[in-house]
């Protein structure tokens, strides 16, 4: 098969600054360059020879649809994660803010075949031993179980100026969630929200110094590269980060859309 365009010759990065000076008659090349809210010089088009070669970051072995559910009824909250799992879903995170009853909860949900998550925003020393018992008698071994109980002190501290519990009992837990939405959905700009998250994982592990599994829970804008690249700083400088304290340096990510471009007043803002 004859390769198309082969009769015209590759441009070089060189070309195209040539022929853009040339169209603005006169302009000046530079005055195009302009720098996004994080300080970085954005260039008017980029080509090949911008790729730098490198080891990718990490390696990505897939990824779950997460449906996330406040629960304030719980067999509301069970019709939904029902339609969720039915719709594609393939994790829940259960927003918890009071006790629950875990039977009617969880009702004809197959734990053992999704990620399951209860975010804990309300003290409570006694979820663990009831789900546990749950497992028990559903014949489910803990271990097989993807997801966990979390609970973020840190994030509960910063919004709303007090621990659930303790600072001692908040900070102390075996999968540690690091809710950093509330960063960006404050105005902090994408290199400001990474310092805040990686602050606000090492409040964590300074306390614990142990091995905690991490999840960071992360605002998206509408800004597709930079939010890109900001995903894949947050993994590598974690990873710096965590070997200072021996932790574990692989993190789970759980992306939600930003609030901050959402509009309630206009019903067509957002499609």
């Known amino acids: 098969m004859e390769k198309l365009f082969s009769e015209f010759k590759p441009s070089t990065a060189q070309d195209w600054e040539e022929r853009i000076i040339k169209d603005l008659k006169g302009g000046e090349f530079n ?4 720098s996004n809210p994080n300080g970085i010089e954005v260039r008017p088009f980029y080509t090949s020879e911008d790729i730098s070669v490198s080891s990718p970051v990490f390696f990505h072995h897939g990824w779950e649809i997460c449906e996330e559910i406040v629960v304030t009824n719980e067999k509301e909250a069970n019709t939904k994660a029902l339609k969720a799992l039915t719709g594609g879903a393939s994790s829940l995170h259960f927003i ?26 309300y003290k409570d020393a ?44 908040d900070l102390a837990n075996e999968n540690t969630w690091v809710d950093a939405r509330l960063y960006q959905n404050a105005g902090a700009t994408q290199s400001f929200e990474l310092a805040c998250a990686l ?27 930079g939010e890109i690249a900001k995903l894949r700083a947050l993994r590598k400088l974690w990873a710096v980060l965590a070997a200072e304290y021996k932790a574990d340096q692989v993190i789970k990510i759980h992306v939600v859309n930003s609030h901050l471009n959402q509009s309630a007043a206009d019903a067509y803002n957002n499609m």
């Open 96 to 121: 918890l803010r009071k006790k629950v009853d875990i039977e009617v909860l969880l009702n004809e949900i197959s734990i053992e075949h999704i990620e399951l998550c209860f975010i804990l925003q």
């Open 31 to 34: 005055k195009l360059i302009w």
């Open 199 to 225: 602050a606000h994982g090492h409040e964590y592990l300074v306390a614990n110094k142990q091995k905690n599994k991490f999840r960071f829970s992360i605002s998206i804008g509408s800004d597709f590269f």
């Open 126 to 169: 006694d979820l663990t031993t009831s789900f546990a018992s749950w497992l028990d008698t559903k014949n489910i071994a803990p271990h097989k179980l993807n997801g966990g109980i979390c609970r973020d002190g840190v994030g509960q501290l910063a919004q709303r100026g007090f621990w659930l519990a303790s600072a001692e009992t």
